[in-house]
């Protein structure tokens, strides 16, 4: 059980407009900035998105990302067969001397 | 360009110690405001945050693997390390290691940038 919430999966056509969404609490999200993940299968994760909705040099601006309370969303715009893959968010959460919380990942596939 | 390399064995016995290094190469593990960390994802299952170390050897480690994980540096190597101790087949997973950018303005933030490539370790007798 992980403690950051994510749907387990997501779906859209190409060029379409989907979002993740990703759950906390007070002591993580409702505290700290978020982070999205993209998983190729079988690489890496790579950093998408850090400190809410900033977005590395090199990620396309068809990702985005916002934070509101307790929750977070990534979307993704014009959505692209090579954006297949899994997605992660991830905060720091204040509890127990801190720690490094993620959410169970989204598989997202284009249809 | 920074690059991470994990390394170690790949198969552990169950109740043995994992042990596994990362060597930075392309930039200094010695850089302020970076932290060094463990990430680990089980085989089809999602990422878990292992621990997390300073180049003065400060760490933070995840509360449900605290009792028996160590995390060490050595700067002279440019290396970071990682033992797990009573490994079970629940301990099987990839086994990441990044760099971490950690601090704290109205909130912690934090990210994970550069990654290893990976390695899997598997728990068996």
């Known amino acids: 059980q992980s403690v950051l919430t994510q749907p387990p999966s997501a779906s859209g056509t190409p060029g379409q407009r989907v979002t993740i969404s990703c759950s906390g609490s007070s002591s993580n999200i409702g505290s700290n900035t978020v982070n999205w993940y993209q998983q190729l299968p079988g690489t890496a994760p790579k950093l998408l998105i850090y400190s809410n909705n900033q977005r590395p040099s090199g990620v396309p601006d068809r990702f985005s990302g916002s934070k509101s309370g307790t929750s977070a969303s990534l979307a993704i715009s014009g959505l692209q067969s090579e954006d297949e893959a899994d997605y992660y968010c991830a905060a720091w959460d204040d509890s127990l001397n801190g720690q490094v919380v993620f959410g169970g990942g989204t598989k997202l596939t284009v249809l | 360009q920074l690059q991470l390399q994990e390394s170690g064995p790949g198969l552990v016995k169950p109740s043995e110690t994992l042990s596994l290094t990362c060597t930075v190469s392309g930039g200094s593990i010695s850089s302020s405001s970076y932290y060094w960390g463990w990430i680990r994802q089980p085989p089809g299952k999602g990422l878990e945050w292992i621990g997390s170390?300073?180049?003065?050897?400060?760490?933070y480690y995840n509360p449900s693997l605290k009792s028996r994980v160590t995390i060490s540096v050595d700067t002279s190597k440019n290396q970071f390390s990682l033992k797990l101790s009573s490994v079970t087949a629940a301990d099987t997973a990839v086994y990441y290691c990044?760099?971490?950018?950690?601090?704290?303005?109205?909130?912690?933030?934090?990210?994970?940038?550069?990654w290893g490539q990976g390695t899997l370790v598997t728990v068996s007798s």
């Open positions: 990044a760099r971490h950018l950690l601090g704290y303005s109205y909130g912690y933030f934090h990210y994970f940038d550069y």
């Open positions: 170390i300073y180049y003065s050897g400060s760490t």
